[in-house]
């Protein structure tokens, strides 16, 4: 797993309320301002813990009690849809739609949105904003300014109400807004009929009803003008109204994580506030019963034909499984074909209202409403058998929890039925009979065995058979044909027993041969080649450890000092690898890519890359260089190249394995996922935030498909993404990714190991610290770091990193001997395991100058941060973001001293985009164009730097993000603009 890299952002706090202001810069001063006066909101922190945290745990006024009591939600007050310009935003459902579309923004402003909204036109106090939005978390002023910011974007300017900000007290909601209760369940029947408009969506009309259910109309729609066809869903009353929210819900999950999937039905939209209540969907096709009568060319077609429609749906329900959620209604009528240009006929899975998340937990993470997947006690057991009766899993029917296997099972009895042509037919005692294909009757006997334990896992394991059916079917005439042979012998040689007495014992061992010889075809699932290989790698992996290593460490067999490392047994072992493995290449190459994974365990970076070189030559001297293990071990060393201070190389790889793999990339397999997987390590050790989070995104589909089970890669793909999107400047979905990883029970520690827990506590730390909350910070990283020593060990290059972790928040925190000693430790150690130039080292050169520079030791400090600089940018280039970000603090540094001219030259080529994806966080523009203008202002060139000035606080001013930085710059505005 690569280190996390992170160049910690030149911040500086206020300086004490109390007593003189010292010259001595041990904090950046604003934006160069001289020596007593404030320093720059830039880098600013607050000024105290007393004046940062805030909590609900203190008093408030008679006042304050009623209003809060008032203006908060419980359970029982009633809920209100508010309208005001062109903006709807719904209380129940915490929904602002602008000019009619969807906004995209977080729970929390929309919860600040609420209580200005209960109170528009009144004053509400930052306290009672924290209380009721925040109450009983321990936060900062700046969140509440970044929540107002968010809503002041997604508002506009035509909203007609304006957030208004009252200094130093709270803010104003102005202008008009019109309050409309919440539609509650109503008790009337639907008088739906072809023609009318749909209701409340009037440019729709009603054209013909699909169907009907239990509680339940669907129906088909046009468009007045356009034609465009839509399918609405109606609750005939209110009681089917959680089926039709949980609908939606699931929908929604589906969408965030997997995108757009063209096997999936698109949910538009819906109406849950007043009746009648609908679902609205693109139109999808038709049903696969009806479809079926009207095209009997695949009933009609080969059995092949079937099982490759099969897996097409059993495709999209693997997908599903991947992000969590299960069907539970599997059958004919939820599956719609329609027409394709490109695939012939597309298949989509629709009607999840019987659905059920497998982590509801998950929906927090999101930032999604779990609308109608809240069920009593009483509905629990009426909820798990809520699908239809011919596909619902024998365990359903005894009360248990659906689970994977149970949507397994009926694809199991969808693959029969698609296979015997018959769509209504249920699977009866004989229906082996009707199969006829003695493998395929093979595979839905695993997906419908009466047991779950013994049903197969999962459906891509069914989806992986079916496709391997030519290969299953090849390996099953090989075993055919070597029985046949054996019997023949074994007759052959019964007819001479007679005349010769010692051809017994030649039959004895004979046809013990032929047995074993059968045996070992069966034995590696009907002798495929990957099995085989796998089987040999392991067996040889295994022996190489306990004959090589395990036994070079026995000192009855070999002498072994007392201070010999694991390392050094390996090494030792691994010496005489060619000699051990001369007649088998394919096994010394696994165990060569084995080793690599220990050696990079062991943070022996170079081993790593000199075991996958043998590998890499030995698959490709056997394989070729299109082969998946070639490709595999060649993007391997990406990782490994970068950390090594090799990115020219690292690329030069990356790019011969892309166009080795070629159409590869363009499947959903193992050399997509690990193409990913190298792209993503190596734009994070660029620090390149926004193509890391496309690559790891990318990564993230794939092994949700290609590996669902395999916990620790999809903890290092997620922790990876909230890595991106940290440096991305989006620190709130960062932390609500690494929580939910937390509380997923499929990616728990114990699955994926200690030291993914470690990582996760150390990220956490890191986006806990950007939003200011030092505190809870600093008890995180404490906690991986603990983890990390006892699991790696005090030299680990991840340990080392998680240090400086803990060194950067005890400077946050203003604490300089414990930030100065563990971040001179950490330069220490780095410099003593080497490389030199290695990118983590060179970075934390960098941090130690920052902590020395904001300590007092101002020369000391600028010379390790130009030692930096300069190194990452001579290797890496100039735009390095912490490179970048080295540069940004030395213009400040330069500014404060009065050397204008320098810090201006420091300022030219800086960008936006890589300073945040160096140092995570947001504003960069801002403080780019603050910066700039000051340095202009100071060299006399007033018009330009009062121009940028002027552009720095329209755009402060908009987003809301940062009063005091606002504050600043207009009291330098006043300065700069004076005669």
Not at 267 to 278: G, L, Q, R, S, T
Not at 664 to 672: I, T, Y
């Amino acid at each position: 797993m690569p280190e996390r890299l992170m160049c910690t952002a030149p911040k500086s706090r206020k300086t004490a309320r109390s007593g003189p202001r010292s010259c001595e810069p041990r904090r950046l001063r604003m934006l160069g301002r001289r020596c007593g006066q404030r320093p720059h909101a830039a880098f600013k922190k607050p000024s105290s813990r007393g004046d940062a945290l805030r909590s609900a745990a203190f008093d408030r006024s008679t006042r304050h009690g009623r209003r809060m009591a008032d203006a908060v939600a419980t359970p029982d007050a009633p809920l209100y849809r508010w309208r005001f310009g062109s903006c709807e935003f719904d209380e129940s459902r915490l929904e602002l739609h602008v000019a009619g579309a969807l906004a995209t923004i977080e729970h929390k402003p929309l919860q600040v949105l609420a209580l200005l909204l209960r109170h528009a036109g009144e004053v509400v106090t930052k306290h009672e904003l924290f209380d009721a939005v925040w109450a009983g978390r321990v936060t900062v002023d700046h969140v509440l300014a970044t929540a107002v910011g968010k809503l002041r974007r997604a508002i506009g300017d035509e909203a007609g109400v304006e957030i208004r900000t009252v200094p130093r007290i709270g803010y104003r909601l102005s202008g008009t807004v019109e309050r409309i209760a919440a539609g509650r369940r109503l008790a009337s029947e639907l008088a739906l009929a072809a023609g009318q408009r749909v209701p409340s969506r009037e440019h729709f009309r009603l054209d013909r009803q699909l169907g009907r259910t239990a509680g339940n109309e669907i129906w088909l729609a046009r468009h007045v003008k356009t034609g465009e066809r839509r399918v609405y869903k109606f609750a005939l009353d209110g009681e089917r109204l959680a089926a039709l929210k949980r609908e939606a819900t699931l929908s929604r999950v589906l969408r965030q994580g997997l995108g757009e999937r063209d096997d999936l039905v698109r949910v538009i939209d819906w109406n849950f506030h007043a009746e009648p209540f609908f679902l609205e969907s693109a139109y999808a096709g038709r049903n696969l019963i009806d479809w079926a009568a009207e095209e009997p060319a695949l009933l009609d077609g080969s059995a092949a034909e079937r099982v490759a429609f099969f897996v097409r749906i059993a495709q999209a329900v693997a997908a599903a499984h991947g992000v969590g959620v299960l069907h539970k209604d599997l059958k004919p009528a939820n599956v719609l074909v329609e027409a394709d240009g490109t695939v012939g006929w597309q298949v989509r899975l629709t009607d999840f209202g019987s659905g059920r998340l497998l982590d509801p937990d998950r929906l927090a993470a999101l930032g999604i409403t779990a609308l109608g997947l809240t069920l009593s006690a009483h509905d629990v057991a009426a909820d798990a058998r809520s699908g239809t009766l011919a596909y619902l899993a024998p365990e359903l029917f005894d009360g248990r929890s659906p689970t994977v296997q149970s949507d397994v099972y009926a694809l199991g009895v969808l693959l029969y039925q698609l296979l015997v042509g018959d769509l209504r037919r249920p699977l009866a005692p004989g229906w082996e009979r009707d199969v006829g294909d003695p493998l395929l009757a093979e595979d839905i006997a695993l997906a419908t065995d009466g047991a779950p334990e013994r049903r197969l896992g999962s459906v891509s394991e069914l989806v992986d058979r079916l496709r391997r059916l030519d290969a299953r079917r090849a390996e099953q005439r090989r075993v055919e044909a070597a029985e046949a042979r054996a019997h023949a012998a074994l007759a052959a040689l019964d007819r001479a027993r007679a005349r010769r007495p010692w051809i017994g014992i030649a039959l004895a061992v004979l046809a013990g041969g032929f047995a074993l010889s059968a045996w070992l075809y069966r034995s590696a699932d009907r002798a495929r080649l990957e099995a085989e290989r796998a089987s040999a790698r392991s067996a040889a992996i295994q022996a190489f450890l306990n004959e090589d290593v395990l036994g070079g460490a026995n000192p009855e067999l070999a002498e072994v000092p007392a201070e010999t490392s694991i390392a050094d047994l390996i090494d030792r072992a691994s010496a005489g690898l060619a000699e051990r493995f001369a007649d088998a290449p394919l096994t010394e190459a696994g165990v060569h890519e084995a080793l690599a994974s220990t050696y990079r365990g062991l943070a022996r970076h170079q081993s790593a890359l000199d075991h996958l070189a043998r590998a890499e030559a030995l698959y490709m001297a056997q394989l070729g260089r299109t082969d998946p293990a070639s490709l595999r071990v060649r993007y391997a060393q990406v990782p490994l190249l970068a950390v090594l201070g090799r990115p020219e190389d690292a690329a030069a790889v990356l790019e011969a394995a892309d166009r080795d793999a070629g159409p590869l990339l363009d499947a959903d397999g193992e050399s997509a996922l690990k193409a990913a997987l190298a792209h993503g390590a190596y734009h994070l050790y660029r620090l390149q935030a926004e193509p890391m989070y496309a690559a790891f995104a990318t990564a993230d589909r794939l092994q949700r498909t290609v590996a669902p089970q395999n916990a620790a890669l999809a903890r290092h793909i997620r922790t990876s993404l909230a890595d991106a999107e940290l440096r991305l400047g989006r620190s709130a979905e960062a932390e609500r990714r690494v929580r939910a990883l937390r509380e997923d029970p499929l990616l728990a520690a114990s699955r994926s190991g200690r030291v993914q827990a470690a990582a996760d506590h150390l990220l956490l730390a890191r986006i806990l610290r950007q939003q200011g909350r030092h505190a809870d910070a600093l008890n995180e990283a404490r906690d991986g770091l603990d983890a990390y020593e006892a699991t790696l060990g005090p030299d680990h290059r991840t340990t080392l990193v998680a240090l400086s972790t803990v060194a950067s928040i005890h400077a946050e925190l203003e604490q300089c001997a414990p930030a100065l000693e563990a971040a001179r430790e950490v330069v220490e150690r780095m410099r003593r395991i080497g490389p030199t130039d290695s990118p983590t080292l060179l970075i934390e050169v960098g941090n130690l100058g920052y902590k020395e520079y904001y300590c007092g030791a101002t020369e000391q400090g600028m010379a390790h941060v130009r030692e930096a600089e300069r190194a990452l940018r001579e290797r890496y280039g100039a735009e390095h973001g912490a490179a970048q970000n080295f540069r940004f603090f030395l213009a400040q540094a330069l500014t404060q001293n009065g050397d204008h001219a320098a810090a201006l030259e420091q300022l030219d080529g800086l960008s936006p985009d890589a300073l945040q994806a160096g140092g995570g966080s947001a504003g960069w523009r801002e403080r780019l164009d603050a910066t700039r203008g000051v340095v202009l202002a100071r060299l006399g060139r007033r018009a330009e730097g009062v121009a940028l000035l002027q552009t720095s606080r329209d755009a402060l001013e908009r987003s809301g993000a940062d009063e005091e930085m606002l504050e600043e710059i207009g009291q330098l505005l006043a300065e700069f603009q004076q005669p």
